[in-house]
């Protein structure tokens, strides 16, 4: 058993508790919380104390891509759809142990910043490979490419037989879950659109996809022009235009719907919010990348009024310069208690999993931070969290706090 003291104790969904405590059970659940004076110490049980320090739940990043955290900085091509051709080319150029090192590198980065839990999508499969390996919790969302729908049952067998390989790899393991990620209108046909879907909730796998990120991509879907649409004709792929929005669009081939982490949404417009709403859809937000790309601001308050769940996530290191969630909550407009719950709660709400994480409650798991006083409202890089603790074992510490 494992019992932390902390100067704040900080729920999420009660109020803040000064001098308080959390109890974790053998299993890894939290037992009892409360002030310090009211939580029993049972014997045996491991005490760790931070008296100058608060005691948080976990964060939760909704949008990584972990396995390239070795191309941190090799990427600053201003226009966005040779970006995308510039990381396609480094990923070539990467080997199979380049990614593994890279997803574990990137996800003890995250456990060093109090992130118990990762929504990450990529295509090598070495982020579910580290997070079983290293028993962390998380989604590793598989992602699927394929532009040419005269291929996309190719691409597909391909992509089926990756995910039963992946699933082998998942076996067993109550911490990380997979996923499947159809990557992007511009990357992915209506064809092989709808036989991943199809897959996916045969599987009962949860989905996650890149949608409405960028004019180049609105301009693709509505009107088959600009520069993504010149470049697949470029490659002799047949390019038309729908006439909607790419929700809109995904929203026709049934990837829009429960439980669906749609990852950036920027180019939305009142009926794209109503939609996400009404399919039971979430969005994964992350303005720091958005900003770095020029694309501009997703409509937060807007998702939040009509009872969309949001989650804020880092994106790439390609993206931005470090994995550092507090500055996603800035970026976002966002401090204090309303950062917090953002970044723990208001996450695991968007992953559906806010009835196992996401706050400190009695009978749920033990993922929690211990941080510095005051972190939510300190400007610059955030310090790394002094103590993380994922299913109520310790996988980071800075400080033994006794």
């Given at each position: ?59 939760i990043n909704c949008h990584t891509h972990l396995e390239l955290t070795h191309l941190a900085g090799k990427n600053s091509h201003p226009d966005f ?104 209108p511009y990357t992915v046909s209506e064809r092989l659109y709808r036989l991943v879907v199809g897959f996916g909730r045969r599987q009962r796998l949860p989905l996650a996809v890149h949608a409405a990120e960028s004019r180049a991509e609105s301009e693709l879907v ?181």
């Amino acid at each position: 058993m494992l019992r932390i003291r902390a100067g704040l104790v900080r729920p999420v969904t009660a109020p803040p508790i000064e001098d308080g405590a959390v109890l974790v059970d053998e299993a890894g659940r939290i037992a009892a919380l409360g002030p310090h004076s009211r939580v029993p110490t049972p014997p045996g049980a491991k005490a760790l104390e931070f008296r100058d320090a608060e005691l948080v739940p976990g964060l939760i990043n909704c949008h990584t891509h972990l396995e390239l955290t070795h191309l941190a900085g090799k990427n600053s091509h201003p226009d966005f759809v040779e970006w995308i051709r510039r990381v396609r080319a480094l990923k070539d150029a990467s080997s199979a142990e380049e990614f593994r090192a890279a997803a574990e590198a990137g996800l003890r980065d995250c456990w060093a910043r109090g992130v118990t839990c990762v929504a990450d999508t990529g295509s090598t499969g070495a982020v579910l490979e580290a997070l079983v390996r290293l028993g962390g919790r998380g989604i590793a969302y598989h992602e699927v490419f394929g532009p040419d729908p005269s291929r996309a049952e190719e691409y597909f067998a391909d992509f089926e037989r990756q995910v039963a390989r992946l699933r082998q790899v998942a076996t067993g393991q109550a911490l990380a879950v997979l996923g499947v990620s159809p990557h992007a209108p511009y990357t992915v046909s209506e064809r092989l659109y709808r036989l991943v879907v199809g897959f996916g909730r045969r599987q009962r796998l949860p989905l996650a996809v890149h949608a409405a990120e960028s004019r180049a991509e609105s301009e693709l879907v509505r009107e088959g022009a600009g520069a993504f649409a010149a470049a697949l004709r470029g490659r002799g792929i047949e390019v038309r235009g729908w006439g909607v929005s790419p929700l809109q669009y995904l929203g026709r081939l049934g990837v829009v719907a429960p439980g669906t982490l749609c990852i950036h949404a920027v180019e939305v417009d009142e009926a794209d919010v109503e939609l996400l709403a009404r399919r039971g859809a979430a969005v994964a937000h992350c303005p720091r990348s958005n900003a770095a790309h020029g694309h501009g601001r997703a409509p937060l308050a807007a998702f939040r009024a009509a009872g969309v769940p949001v989650g804020l996530g880092t994106d790439s290191v390609m993206s931005v310069p470090d994995l550092d969630l507090w500055a996603e909550a800035r970026a976002a407009g966002l401090a204090g208690e309303s950062a917090l719950r953002a970044l723990t709660l208001d996450a695991a709400r968007a992953l559906g999993w806010d009835w196992e994480v996401g706050s400190l409650e009695v009978g749920k798991w033990a993922d929690l931070a211990v941080l510095a006083r005051s972190v939510p409202l300190r400007p610059g890089p955030s310090p790394f969290a002094l103590l993380t603790v994922i299913g109520g074992r310790i996988v980071q510490a800075l400080d033994s706090g006794a």
